[in-house]
């Protein structure tokens, strides 16, 4: 019994440190996100390199948003549902990756407009451009 709950532990503190740890960004960073995003909640922020992401749930969606260290909004992450992938990229899953299912689909918007979407397949995020055009892979580091 000490044991299953020692493994219970380890794998609970394996899982947190994973996910990367909590931090808090300057104050210009928090204020800039706060100006850009309202209505949110579950907010979790994560350094990434020199920038800084939150994740976030924003009108019932899982969001996430990165911002320089001038808090100069970079993109933004929502999750959206598979069925709202451009059917090209659909069609270039299906045959690239042997029909295997898609397991999280999002929508990425850059700074300037730029809009790319994300499958994640076998662990590998497949990125396209907005019509649905293979762009690159990318190792999922989750």
Not at 52 to 66: G, I, L, R
Not at 112 to 121: D, H, K, L, S
């Amino acid at each position: 019994m000490t044991v299953i709950i020692a493994n219970a532990l380890c794998m609970g503190l394996f899982a947190q440190e994973k996910e990367g740890k909590s931090i808090t960004p300057p104050d210009n960073v928090r204020a800039a996100f706060k100006k850009t995003f309202t209505g949110v909640s579950k907010v979790k922020w994560e350094k990434e390199g020199n920038d800084y992401e939150v994740n976030f749930v924003q009108q019932k969606k899982e969001m996430s948003a990165v911002f320089d260290s001038k808090g100069t909004w970079k993109e933004t992450e929502e999750e959206i549902a598979v069925a709202s992938l451009p059917a090209a990229a659909a069609s270039y899953v299906k045959s690239h990756y042997n029909s295997t299912k898609i397991k999280e689909v999002a929508k990425i918007t850059k700074a300037g407009g730029v809009v790319n979407y994300e499958a994640e397949v076998n662990k590998t995020d497949v990125i396209f451009d907005a019509q649905g055009n293979f762009i690159k892979e990318e190792k999922d580091s989750d």
